[in-house]
């Protein structure tokens, strides 16, 4: 018996999960459930800008067309991020592309090198020639995610066949913000260390170096993504109201040996 807008109001206040379902009550439910006061509530605040730094722009119809072409990642600031929307909660998520990270020496061929591929949502990937020295590093602002949430930050990668040198001893990966830091170790794959070739730089034993590693069993390990990437947890963070600077890292800088064999594609910032 409420107007329909009155209905629309009400459902506004919800979720986009609670209002889809809401549609099942009735047909005047479902009319509800389409309006643009709906989903104008379900949109980020700031997707005027988001729309202004696409890559290519989308074309709807409707604010509800809008949200769901949102829930697929597109591509911004010149194709070196990606942006989506969780489809359930309306939650931000960013994904920072290999070229907006800084990687030591990421601009020296004999170290690594720059590959167009289609097995990405980006245009190129970085992969590791070899070196003794691993850093990788990402930032983004908060005013990029949504508030109030708990997020993760993954590092994306491939591990090639001839990779060799990675997991002599475990990967070092922090996220920071403001006075919140998030910090662990972990092993970029499963793979058997004795058959990978080893070149140290010093006089340190690679042996005794693995079997002190291996006493910590809290270290974090890869996992398959869908898309046929891997992905490991660099660490989680909350957001708050303020904007402030998320810094996540990944680094192995204390073994002695080289590495090689590294594909990196982005770091990916979700909720969780």
């Known amino acids: ?4 807008g009155c209905v629309s109001k009400i459902l ?19 009319s509800a459930m389409d309006s643009d006061a709906v989903w104008e509530r379900f949109l980020p605040v700031d997707y005027h800008d988001i729309l202004s730094r696409l890559v290519t722009p989308l074309k709807f119809s409707s604010k509800k067309e809008l949200y769901l072409r949102l829930c697929e990642p597109v591509l911004i600031d010149a194709g070196r991020k990606s942006f989506k929307l969780e ?3 309306g939650k931000k998520s960013c994904t920072l592309s290999a070229r907006e990270l800084f990687i030591m020496w990421g601009d020296v061929p004999t170290y690594w090198s720059w590959m167009p591929t289609t097995e990405s949502r980006f245009s190129e990937v970085a992969i590791l020639r070899t070196t003794w020295w691993l850093e990788i590093q990402g930032k983004i602002r908060t005013q990029m ?13 491939k591990i090639s066949d001839r990779a060799y040198g990675l997991d002599f001893i475990p990967s ?6 403001g006075n919140q830091v998030s910090s662990s170790t972990g092993y970029l794959h499963c793979q058997d260390n004795n058959k990978q070739p080893i070149v140290c730089l010093d006089n340190t034993n690679p042996t ?10 809290q270290e974090k390990m890869p996992r398959e993504r869908d898309d046929a990437w891997n992905e490991i947890e660099l660490g989680e963070f909350f957001t708050g109201e303020n904007d402030e600077e998320v810094k996540m890292s990944f680094m192995e800088v204390k073994g002695c040996q080289l590495k090689g064999g590294l594909v990196i594609d982005s770091i990916e910032i979700r909720p969780k």
């Open 1 to 4: 018996m409420l107007p329909e």
């Open 145 to 157: 995610l949504s508030p109030n949430t708990k997020y993760g930050a993954y590092l994306i990668m």
């Open 208 to 217: 005794e170096v693995v079997e002190t590693s291996l006493k910590d069993k």
């Open 172 to 177: 070092e990966m922090s996220v920071e913000v």
């Open 12 to 30: 506004s206040f919800t979720s986009p999960l609670d209002v889809c379902r809401s549609s099942l009550v009735s047909s005047d439910f479902r």
């Open 87 to 89: 489809k359930s909660s």
